[in-house]
């Protein structure tokens, strides 16, 4: 059981926009920042946003970050074929000092 | 380039032990805080432990706290991770991130990972 809650899955056909939630509680996403990974099948995991909405450098803009008390989502519009992986949410957690992740959201490009 | 080699991964027994290393390259070492974060087969994200980069400060999950141990040398730009009283539910690609600061602090993120290397716990 993970600390953030995540959808398991989102879809979406190209071109269209898909958000995927991030549900936390005071003493992770309430008190601290959020950040995006993107795992692609059979790779590494990549910083997609930091600091809530802050994309680095080389992240295509159609990747939006945003957040609201204890939750946060995360945007993707144009949606491509190549988006098709696994999106985890992260953040601090004040009561267990270190890192919590969310359980992860397989998106499946239609 | 950036770039963090993760290695050491393999087959141990319940109760063994093992090292994994992660060699980095390209950035100063010294300057940047250190993470573990695993992932068991399947399953998401787990962080494991931090460490800030003179390697004064280290942090744990509470999974691993008491059993694993984060370290640094500097020198050869390696990160380890001695994993001791290994247990199945600890089978996971391990995966060495960098941090972008040199202490490890609440809103920073893990911005270059490493390809990860396999544990298995099994007899």
């Known amino acids: 059981q993970s600390v953030l809650t995540q959808p398991p899955s989102a879809s979406g056909t190209p071109g269209q926009r898909v958000t995927i939630s991030c549900s936390g509680s005071?003493?992770?996403?309430?008190?601290?920042?959020v950040n995006w990974y993107q795992q692609l099948p059979g790779t590494a995991p990549k910083l997609l946003i930091y600091s809530n909405h802050q994309r680095p450098s080389g992240v295509p803009d159609r990747f939006s970050g945003s957040k609201s008390g204890t939750s946060a989502s995360l945007a993707i519009s144009g949606l491509q074929s190549e988006d098709e992986a696994d999106y985890y949410c992260a953040a601090w957690d004040d009561s267990l000092n270190g890192w919590v992740f969310g359980g992860g959201t397989k998106l499946t490009v239609l | 380039e950036v770039h963090l080699l993760a290695s050491g991964g393999g087959l141990v027994q319940p109760g063994g032990s093992l090292r994994l290393s992660c060699a980095a390259s390209?950035?100063?070492?010294?300057?940047?805080?250190m993470s573990w974060v695993r992932q068991a087969p399947g399953k998401g994200l787990e962080w494991v432990s931090s460490i800030s980069g003179n390697g004064g400060s280290t942090y744990y999950a509470n999974s691993v706290k008491g059993r694993f141990t984060i370290s640094r040398d500097n020198y050869k730009n390696t990160l380890y991770l001695q994993m001791n009283s290994l247990r199945a539910e600890d089978t996971a690609v391990y995966y060495c991130?960098?941090?972008?600061?040199?202490?490890?602090?609440?809103?920073?993120?893990?911005?270059?990972w490493g390809q990860g290397t396999m544990v298995t716990v099994s007899s």
């Open positions: 005071s003493s992770n996403i309430g008190s601290n920042t």
């Open positions: 390209g950035f100063p070492f010294s300057s940047y805080a």
């Open positions: 991130a960098k941090l972008t600061q040199m202490i490890v602090t609440r809103g920073d993120a893990f911005d270059i």
